[in-house]
């Protein structure tokens, strides 16, 4: 079980070290689909939602709720060796937010090239935690 926790994060100008605020939990992740999240950032288009994904060669990306709710599970359609991060930020079309999934991970240095997909930020909604959707991720 996955638990989501939110924080402050404060830093002194010319400081040498960084001070946290006490985390306050916010939700849990029951789904076993989710044990080893390896990746997470805050939808720009969606309120509440969070994209993640697990380590590995695991091929798909989630959305859950700030919560721990499962929203949607997007598959990317495409063999992945080490995927290690996910962010989101601006694309080809400058109206969308896209998110970029990174197989990057090479742990033993084997790896003549990486890969990042990158996708539109797709539509999530609260109401579908009642029955997350499963879809293919619109690669561009």
Not at 18 to 46: C, H, M, Y
Not at 71 to 84: I, K, M, Q, S, Y
Not at 91 to 110: F, K, M, R
Request: aromatic share 8%; proline share 6%.
């Amino acid at each position: 079980m996955t638990v989501l926790w939110m924080g402050l994060l404060s830093l002194k100008v010319g400081a040498q070290s960084v001070e946290f605020a006490a985390g306050v939990q916010t939700g849990q992740i029951p789904k076993n689909d989710l044990a080893e999240i390896s990746g997470l950032t805050a939808s720009r288009n969606n309120p509440g939602v969070l994209w993640v994904h697990n380590d590995q060669s695991r091929d798909s990306v989630y959305a859950v709720s700030t919560n721990g709710q499962l929203l949607a599970t997007f598959r990317l359609g495409a063999d992945v060796n080490d995927f290690e991060d996910i962010a989101i930020g601006p694309g080809p079309e400058p109206e969308l937010q896209y998110l970029y999934c990174g197989d990057i991970g090479d742990n033993s240095a084997t790896r003549s090239s990486i890969r990042v997909y990158r996708a539109a930020e797709p539509a999530v909604y609260p109401y579908l935690a009642a029955n997350p959707i499963s879809e293919d991720f619109p690669l561009v």
